[in-house]
């Protein structure tokens, strides 16, 4: 089994998620004043809550990510949601940064979803996690535009490599 700890657990989550709670209750209250300005500080609030709800309840930053043969767990706030991996209908990155940020979904067929973002930079043995959460979206997804592009990206490597090995001889 691997183990992938955040190394920032209290300041990049949740300091943030405690800021959001500040930030989402400061724009309640001045709403409930109706001070001058009150709709923009209603806006603040909904963003605000809802920010701190996705990030507490729903646990879309996981501290710890925790891999074996057959499932994949998430924990966030102390709860973990498990995925088994034979069972997974639906599992997709979207790269923001390919090698600091991604978004996931993952879907299983009990219908367990879960939406992710992971900052790669903040975790322990961040290549590892990235090449193996890769890998199973290209088996999930062998057909995906982006690794059609990356195996053609390889064999054109590949392809460059072996007229260098003949040119040499």
């Known amino acids: 089994m691997k183990v992938y700890q955040h190394t920032r ?5 949740q300091l943030q998620a405690v800021m959001m709670v500040i ?4 724009g309640l209250w001045n709403t409930i004043q109706q001070v ?5 500080f209603a806006m603040v609030a909904v963003v605000g809550l809802v920010s701190a709800f996705r990030m507490v309840v729903q646990g879309t930053h996981p ?3 925790e891999i074996d043969d ?5 924990t966030s706030f102390g709860r973990t949601k498990r995925y088994r991996l034979d069972q997974l209908k639906q599992f997709r990155i979207k790269d923001l940064d390919p090698r600091r940020k991604v ?3 993952i879907e299983d067929e009990d219908g367990t979803r879960g939406r992710y973002w992971l900052s790669f930079d903040k975790y322990k043995d961040a290549e590892d996690l990235t090449g193996w959460l890769h890998d199973l979206e290209h088996k999930q997804n062998p057909n995906d535009l982006k690794y059609h592009n990356r195996r053609l990206a390889e064999k054109k490597m590949k392809n460059k490599a072996e007229n260098k090995s003949d040119h040499k001889e």
């Open 9 to 13: 657990v209290f300041v990049a989550i």
């Open 23 to 26: 930030i989402g209750l400061f």
């Open 36 to 40: 001058p300005g009150w709709p923009v």
């Open 63 to 65: 501290e710890r990510i």
């Open 70 to 74: 057959r499932e994949i767990r998430l």
């Open 103 to 105: 978004f996931i979904r």
